[in-house]
């Protein structure tokens, strides 16, 4: 890349001697030293892509985590909702027993006793004449 860093030398500036060495010195230090800042450059991206790639890896194993948790909390989850669907399905099983021994009691109820003669509206009034003193 900057390597290939050519010197344009105008004609005037060609001399022999000293000046043409020490510019020829100066150039080969500065192209040392762009491969130098090339190598590092190049070392830091390898070093930046590799921590790129570590925390990429954190992250989906942090997620694999969560994920494994989840799956695991909503295993718990059903359980307890099968059990309680089942403890609601046996307490309308008893509701519903219950209510059939209610009713049976209840006709048991009315065969037993005679149903009391309806009341006449004078005979209510008089009835309720008598419990209101």
Request: with cysteine; proline share 5%.
């Amino acid at each position: 890349m900057f390597a290939d860093f050519i010197l344009l030398v105008s004609p005037g500036q060609v001399g022999s001697g000293e000046g043409a060495d020490e510019r020829e010195r100066k150039m080969k230090k500065m192209e040392e030293r762009m491969r130098e800042i090339e190598l590092t450059l190049h070392n830091v991206k390898l070093l930046l892509r590799d921590k790129v790639a570590q925390l990429n890896d954190q992250k989906n194993g942090r997620a694999d985590v969560l994920i494994q948790d989840l799956y695991v909390e909503n295993g718990h989850l059903l359980t307890a909702l099968q059990r309680t669907e089942q403890q609601q399905q046996l307490a309308e099983k008893k509701n519903f027993l219950l209510e059939e021994k209610i009713s049976s009691l209840s006709k048991i109820m009315r065969e037993l006793s005679p149903a009391p003669p309806p009341l006449s509206p004078a005979g209510y009034r008089a009835k309720c004449s008598r419990t209101a003193n």
